[in-house]
């Protein structure tokens, strides 16, 4: 077999004629998170209790649908992608027993992305465990076989569930990242990484509860590999790899004192109980909390607030029929009862706390714990048996390796687990703008520089001025990438999650149409991932409840917005357009140029109905941006001024371009129409030509250099900030003297 469409050189992708590939992708999609039937979304009470009875066939969309998206996501730019799936999907129905229903589903949608030539990546995802513990990825029958009662979780506070919350509505805004420090989260990924060590009473069909869950996970995951490697057009063509668990989190495991708040703990909200509060009130006893609040400068105490579970508790009841999936409990881990407690943490009878440095070392050595040592222990021995269970599949997939969020990646420089099919997955939030659902011009955080003891106070990681912010997100990444290097080796790093909230401002946006503050924070972004020298990135993909899941609202695409303008959107819109005829008998699309650009970014909905919602163009401006797609030669940088609409970026080359293999680049329409952009180059002849994905047309740029430094500058279509739906008259003249020859043109 000859070399794949990309392989990885290095600390780079290259295809088959050895240009450097930059991936620029997409996570599809968040609606994967909940079933398809019932279709329950995270505000959703109905059936929610009745999960082993669903199915995921139809998520992220049909196959009618399939051709839609991957033609919008293409006709952006995108060429990678994100495949979001979960363990619930594929094990909803008991341990061992697959939907091989919803597998060959899944199988017909990765053909379809195979017509439009995505790279695809398969992401086993979860957030805080499962949707039943206020989030998604791991089946219901997992919190049973752990011993939890998933319907008690609510008023124990064990788990905060939008589905099961009083008004779902009201569910307060990223209130579900706190589940992670909570009974049900804690207990779960504690007994996932280290069962054997903390809970050896534990045991589950003869073997201990991590040994059951971790089985239980790979083999899920290797079944679902078995069957796209048996369909035999799949790999290499279209999947090109496998990332790890999404988003890993410790549980307990080295938590030096249950007791207290550990200090690493950032990110409070609501009531926050220390570990040993949440086993108490998931026991049933009343418990008075601290309650926070987050604002512009952070999380900051406001009161206390009982938590009184009134008798109920979060765990199986003693008389618990436990034979309906098929497993057998060892006698010595009894029901009804904390499972913490019965490894003598604390004593029930008296509510005393025994042990609070429990999970700061290994039980049975002594050997002292942190999240670093975590990360290269128990995580790392599950990212093995992971990558081998993938690679005995299928010997030449590229492994995604992603460690705990933010914090240090393992040691693996030099060592075995160097692997050079490895890739370094890393996810990166603006904190601050993601919690407050602000975007703040005044000021930032450096928040990696104050996890990694950059500053002697915070105070100093403070940034001030939009210039000042922009530059301090790009330096966040740029540091992520030098640490990957330093601890991972010379590897690929991918940020696979990356995104802004778009329910801003309580929802402002949706109400005006002027998505201002969603532009200059998703170009802030963009600007931090084309300075971080990364190699990639998949950005996160109705108003009233968002992404669907916990009031989310992070998705680049909404059908309740217009998508920046195509002649074909304005040809639809206008009878009579001469292309009116042609865009109404399935020719292919036209494009947008410099006579019908102002008519089509007009919005119709303002002028036609008075009574309708203005909309907006979700940011699109933003993040549809030009990016290279091959580079001849060793990417140096690129970056693309969205305020100046200027593109500029340098590569070094060992040999003079080929014919046949160009330098290419993407360059969006709605930024560089095709009378209305300036081209400059180092040396070496360039066209503008279309890349055919079926039935749509990709503009892009393509460049034949000599060898050495060489650079490239493009210039589009200036707009005002603001002013990107409804373009100024400057605008309109800017590109009718284009037209007329009284600019540099292409």
């Known amino acids: 077999m000859g070399l794949l469409r990309l392989h990885i050189d290095g600390k780079v992708f290259r295809d088959p004629q050895n240009r450097e590939i930059v991936l620029r992708g997409i996570n599809v999609a968040g609606d994967a998170k909940y079933p398809k039937k019932p279709d329950i979304p995270s505000f959703v009470s109905e059936k929610f209790f009745e999960a082993d009875d669903v199915s995921f066939v139809g998520r992220p969309f049909s196959l009618e649908d399939s051709h839609t998206h991957f033609k919008r996501l293409r006709k952006w730019g995108y060429n990678a992608i994100r495949y979001i799936f979960t363990w619930e999907a594929i094990e909803h129905a008991g341990p061992g027993v697959y939907d091989e229903e919803w597998i060959a589903f899944t199988i017909e949608v990765l053909r379809i992305a195979k017509q439009y030539e995505f790279y695809v990546f398969m992401d086993p995802h979860q957030d805080v465990w499962s949707r039943l513990s206020g989030g998604s990825g791991a089946p219901m029958w997992t919190l049973y076989a752990a011993g939890l009662n998933p319907r008690a979780f609510k008023n124990t506070e064990a788990a905060l569930v939008q589905n099961t919350y009083d008004n779902p509505a009201e569910f307060p805004k990223m209130i579900w990242s706190t589940n992670y420090t909570r009974l049900v989260c804690q207990t779960m990924f504690t007994l996932f990484w280290g069962g054997r060590d903390f809970a050896p009473k534990a045991i589950i069909d003869g073997m201990n509860i991590q040994d059951y869950l971790q089985t239980h996970f790979i083999a899920a995951c290797k079944h679902l590999a078995q069957r796209i490697h048996e369909a035999g057009d799949i790999e290499h063509e279209v999947v090109i790899g496998w990332e790890s668990m999404n988003e890993p989190h410790r549980g307990l495991i080295g938590v030096q004192d249950i007791s207290i708040i550990p200090p690493e703990q950032q990110l409070q909200l609501g009531t926050s109980p220390t570990a040993f509060q949440a086993m108490l009130t998931g026991a049933g006893r009343a418990c008075e909390e601290n309650t926070w609040a987050f604002g512009s400068f952070g999380p900051h105490q406001t009161g206390r607030q009982l938590v009184d579970p009134e008798g109920e508790m979060a765990w199986l009841p003693a008389d618990h029929d436990d034979s309906k999936y098929g497993w057998q409990r060892d006698p010595g881990w009894k029901l009804g009862e904390c499972v913490w407690a019965q490894h003598g943490v604390w004593d029930p009878d008296t509510d005393t706390l025994l042990q609070k440095d429990y999970f700061s070392k290994v039980p049975s050595t002594g050997e002292p714990l942190n999240y670093e040592i975590f ?6 021995e599950h990212y093995r048996n992971y990558r081998d269970a993938i690679r005995g599949i299928w010997p030449a997939a590229i492994l995604l390796c992603q460690p705990p969020v933010m914090e240090v990646p393992p040691d693996l420089k030099g060592t075995e687990d160097d692997d050079p099919n490895m890739v370094h997955a890393v996810h990166y939030y603006d904190g601050l703008t993601l919690l407050t659902k602000h975007w703040n011009r005044l000021y930032n955080v450096d928040v990696i520089g104050v996890l990694r003891g950059k500053y002697w106070a915070p105070a100093f990681a403070v940034k001030v001025g939009e210039s000042a912010i922009r530059n301090c997100l790009r330096d966040q990444l740029k540091f992520l990438r030098e640490e990957s290097l330093k601890y991972m080796g010379n590897h690929p790093l991918l940020f696979t999650e990356i995104g802004i909230p778009y329910d801003m401002d309580n929802k402002q946006a949706y109400e005006t149409g002027d998505y201002s503050s969603q532009t200059s924070a998703m170009d802030a972004n963009h600007f931090a991932l084309e300075g971080s020298t ?32 195509t002649k074909a959107t304005y040809t639809s819109l206008n009878p009579q357009s001469p292309a009116y005829s042609e865009s109404h008998s399935g020719g292919d699309e036209p494009e947008v140029d410099s006579q019908n650009l102002k008519r089509a970014l007009t919005n119709p909905s ?3 109905v008075s009574s309708q919602t203005p909309k907006g163009y979700r940011a699109a401006e933003a993040f549809l941006r030009p990016s290279p797609i091959y580079v001849n030669g060793s990417l140096d940088n690129y970056v693309f001024d969205l305020r100046n609409c200027k593109f500029t970026m340098n590569l070094t080359a060992k040999v003079p ?3 046949d293999t160009p330098t290419e680049i993407y360059l969006p329409e709605f930024h560089f129409p095709e009378s209305g952009t300036a081209i400059a180059v180092s040396g070496g002849k360039w066209e503008i030509d279309y890349q055919q994905f079926k039935t749509i047309k990709v503009q892009r740029l393509r460049w034949w250099h000599a060898e050495g430094e060489q650079s490239i500058k493009i210039e589009g279509v200036k707009r005002k900030a603001g002013e990107y739906a409804s373009p100024s008259g400057d605008d309109i003249t800017y590109l009718e003297q284009c037209q007329k020859g009284d600019c540099l043109v292409m």
């Open 534 to 565: 990364s190699n990639g990135f998949t950005l996160w993909n109705n108003h009233e409840w968002g992404d669907l899941w916990n009031g989310e609202d992070l998705s680049i695409y909404s059908r309740d917005d217009l998508e920046l303008p």
């Open 657 to 659: 371009t080929p014919s």
């Open 375 to 380: 990360t290269n222990t128990y995580f790392l």
């Open 606 to 608: 303002i002028s036609s």
